[in-house]
């Protein structure tokens, strides 16, 4: 029995230096199969997804063209300083609405549109459709009493077709 035991001793120094060597070689197996998957992954993500995104784009349907409504020419008088000469704005305008049926919605009510951009036209003054940001400013400002006006409805922009000053 005692010559077992040193060789049973010998066996544990054995396994105790193999198994340092073992557990190396699992890291160093377990990280290569990580470094795989995450360059399969990073691959995936930076080629082929893209692929599937524009599959979806082209089933999704086109969008609607947006319809137009015609305003009545109008022809107002600009608000000024007593004893300068009378200036006058011609606009010809176009509502801009996303759908067919909103048509119908908004055409009863254009008297009331056109009351409400006549009086606002009415009270501006030449300085205030200066440049570029003048007519942004109206513009904006007329898309926001447009869909006052016709409220259950919803006007997408007010354009210009024709702005005269004179």
Avoid: C
């Amino acid at each position: 029995m005692a010559d077992k035991e040193p060789a049973e001793g010998e066996g544990d120094a054995a396994e105790v230096v193999a198994a340092p060597k073992s557990k190396l070689k699992l890291i160093i197996i377990v990280v290569g199969v990580l470094a795989i998957l995450g360059v399969s992954a990073a691959t995936w993500f930076l080629f082929f997804r893209h692929h599937d995104e524009e599959m979806h784009a082209e089933t999704a349907p086109p969008p609607k063209p947006p319809v137009f409504v015609e305003v009545p020419e109008m022809l107002v008088n600009l608000a000024g300083s007593p004893g300068d000469r009378i200036q006058y704005l011609k606009v010809k305008l176009v509502l801009e609405v996303k759908e067919e049926k909103q048509i119908e919605a908004i055409k009863p009510s254009m008297p009331r549109v056109t009351d409400i951009f006549q009086t606002y036209l009415r009270e501006l003054r030449p300085g205030d459709l200066n440049g570029s940001a003048g007519l942004f400013r109206l513009k904006e400002e007329l898309t926001r009493r447009v869909n006052a006006a016709v409220a259950p409805s919803q006007v997408s922009a007010v354009l210009f077709k024709e702005i005269v000053v004179q």
